[in-house]
């Protein structure tokens, strides 16, 4: 980890450290105190020193850089990849589609309610998580990208640290197992109503991705989440073989599989070929898809207004989104629907466009008829909220309700939820 890294992101920890004293509900009691200078950190999931605040939707856009991508192989979810250093697969070009100028209104279609899906990476893999859990009866299935169990962070940013994600001592991410405290909240909360009975997850398709190298969410933490949901039922489908850091996994990528750095955009090979995690996915969730478009695409890729349904710099959210929309669903066909959940860092405010654009799902969803919705989360200075790595709320940073259909943010983008598909 470069020295700048190292001191950056080792005070917050040391700081987070020494205010544990006895943190009630967590499963690792008392923390040993770890020195600044044994710890290294990446651009965390969670809580840290980050860059300064941009004005929610203000801040210049970085420079869109062309992704690449391939023709797709289609193995199996957990093939083993080949031994040895990943091979650097030659991708072929792919025609580059950015969101125009304009804020538009974001529109209502129709969508088939067996057809709804959340997804998310690292940060957004928590917040995506509690999305699904908290409104198990709407969304149909997961996919979730170096995440972890609801609940996880037990509204502490001490425990998020040390037992979920984000701070990183020797080359490996801090880990502490709160299976056993993210079931029982949720079943507190099933029965109590402030989410969707836990019955609704059974029989879902989860897909989880964790790469071995991970180096920010400990591997054991998306075990511990395969173990959760396939207590309550669902199906899960675990892509974990891969060499592969922190990062969401996609064709149109720009960094290697290994490597942990801004924007954790990674492609991945198998057998020498480039993996495809969002057809492994979109399959679970659609049935058989038809060709992905590595053209121009037919559809509608626009900037919307997040403030209509709340959001606000007072909840660290930006004043706009992104949709895409394909042109039967325009048009008023049936369609699927799927909100992705960015990582910390990976907001619009700090690298524009990329994450939508190295994604890899409006590739499969301009010709399988489905909507793409990206909130944008953005930084916060504090002291109210607190988030100045640009992370959606995992740990309470903005409201102690934030894993519950109450949160803020959660009830924000569920509203922009309702606005697309007509869900209750």
Known sequence: MPRA????????????????????????????????????SPQFPGAGPGQPTPGPGQSPAPPTPTPTASATARPGPTATPPSGPTPTPTPAPVVTVTP???????????????????????????????????????????????GGVYHCAQDSVELALVECGGETVAGQALYQNTLAQSEAYLDQQSAAGTIDPSTRLQGQPVYLWSGTRDSVVNPKEMADLSAEYQHYGARVTFDSTFAAEHGWESPDGEL??????????????QNGAVYDSQR????????????RNNGALRGSLMRFDQT????????????????????????GAACSFVVVFHGCHQGHSEIGDR??????????????????????????????????NGCWDWWGYDDP???????????????????????P
């Open 401 to 423: 309700s934030y894993s519950l259909k109450s949160g803020t943010q959660m009830s924000i983008v569920y509203r922009m939820v309702q606005r697309v598909t007509g869900a």
């Open 355 to 388: 994450f939508v654009t190295e994604s890899g799902i409006d590739q499969w969803a301009d010709t399988n008829n489905l909507i793409v919705l990206y909130p944008y989360a953005v930084p916060a200075p504090g002291p109210t909220p607190y988030n100045p």
């Open 256 to 269: 290697p599989c290994g490597t942990v750095a801004s924007p954790y955009m990674i492609a991945c090979a």
């Open 100 to 146: 125009g100028a304009a804020v538009e209104r974001l529109g209502s279609y129709r969508v088939t309610p067996q057809k709804i899906f959340v997804a998310g990476i690292s940060a957004g893999g928590f917040f995506g998580v509690q999305m699904h859990v908290a409104h198990s009866g709407v969304f149909q299935g997961a996919a979730i990208y170096a």
């Open 5 to 40: 890294a190292r001191i950056l992101y080792a005070p917050l920890f040391a700081a987070a450290v020494a205010s544990m004293t006895a943190c009630s509900g967590g499963s690792s009691g008392a923390v040993a105190p770890v020195s600044p200078a044994a710890t290294a």
């Open 308 to 331: 209509e349904f709340g959001a606000s710099a007072g909840n660290s959210m930006d004043t706009n989104g992104t949709v895409f929309v394909p042109q039967p669903c325009a048009a």
């Open 280 to 291: 492994t996915w979109l399959t679970l969730f659609l049935g058989n898809l038809a060709p």
